[in-house]
């Protein structure tokens, strides 16, 4: 089965989704590598006067109202770690377009942006509750995970929508597998796509590509933004519509060291920082 969807103009739109400026993607290529330093951060953020303003505006907003106020990009950056940093530069650059509403996914204004935001911050925190190691990109990768999205909402619409959904149920489909099985793509594929695009960094790119089949990634990032992505529709799972999202796979849990009440108190501390994280967005 596949639907009237044309893939080369589906590719075109995804090209035509506003770059990355230079400050944001060399920011995710210096904290991608793990011997970056405080110092190479300040300096590649301290000349965007755009992006320092939003960054102190963070670092001064209610969410630190106990600590000193900062005035410089470095004392910024030393407050909110190089993951919020680079998060805030990301979200920067896509936080309008993630927030319009996409019906055929059934998301309503908004929703896609707070799903994003709840896995990156899971995201930030996944190795405090399973046995892999993080690194500084997980975040914004978590970030981006659904990147995608915002170009494959534009061609689905509701009939398409529930023929993957049917597909899913009859055939017990993963959403990927669906997706492609009718589509010819799936919008991990498509996110894959638009990052290495913006010439993101490949673990990034990998991550955003595999989060919902970490196995055939090459780095553990996939499976940290895999649970992020889970530990997040839990916490949203009201205004979600794939109950099946919220479960975590025996085989993915067995990989991560994940037992059933690890996992739920990654939800409920990851619920605390949803809620605590709002008020420092509503200052970015």
């Not at 005035?71 to 407050?79: I, P």
């Not at 709840?118 to 690194?135: F, R």
């Not at 990927?176 to 993101?200: P, T, V």
């Not at 849990?253 to 037992?259: E, F, I």
Request: aromatic content about 8%.
């Amino acid at each position: 089965m596949s639907a009237t969807i044309n893939l080369d103009e589906l590719l075109y739109q995804a090209r035509k989704l506003p770059a990355f400026p230079g400050t944001t993607v060399r920011l995710a290529q210096i904290v991608s590598n793990q011997s970056y330093d405080v110092d190479a951060v300040a300096s590649c953020v301290k000349y965007d006067q755009a992006l320092t303003l939003k960054l102190l505006s963070a670092a001064n907003s209610a969410a630190y109202a106990t600590e000193e106020r900062v005035g410089t990009a470095y004392e910024a950056v030393l407050r909110l770690g190089s993951a919020q940093v680079l998060t805030i530069a990301v979200s920067k650059e896509v936080r309008s377009i993630f927030k319009v509403a996409f019906p055929a996914y059934r998301l309503e204004e908004g929703e896609l942006w707070k799903h994003s935001v709840a896995t990156a911050l899971a995201g930030e925190i996944a190795s405090c509750y399973c046995d892999l190691a993080s690194s500084p990109e997980v975040f914004t990768t978590a970030l981006l995970h659904d990147v995608g999205k915002l170009v494959m909402g534009h061609f689905i619409d509701h009939s398409i929508f529930r023929a993957i959904s049917e597909l899913r149920a009859s055939e017990r489909l993963s959403c990927i597998e669906a997706e492609s099985r009718i589509l010819g793509i799936s919008h991990a594929s498509l996110g894959g796509f638009i990052a290495e695009n913006w010439n993101l960094p490949k673990s990034i790119v990998d991550g955003i590509l595999h989060h919902h089949d970490p196995a055939l990634g090459s780095k553990d990032i996939c499976y940290l933004v895999f649970l992020a992505n889970c530990v997040a529709h839990r916490i949203l799972k009201a205004s979600l519509p794939n109950p099946s999202a919220c479960e975590l796979p025996k085989d993915i849990a067995k990989y991560l060291g994940v037992s059933p009440k690890r996992l739920d108190k990654f939800c409920e501390m990851a619920t605390s920082r949803f809620d605590k994280f709002c008020l420092l967005y509503n200052a970015v």
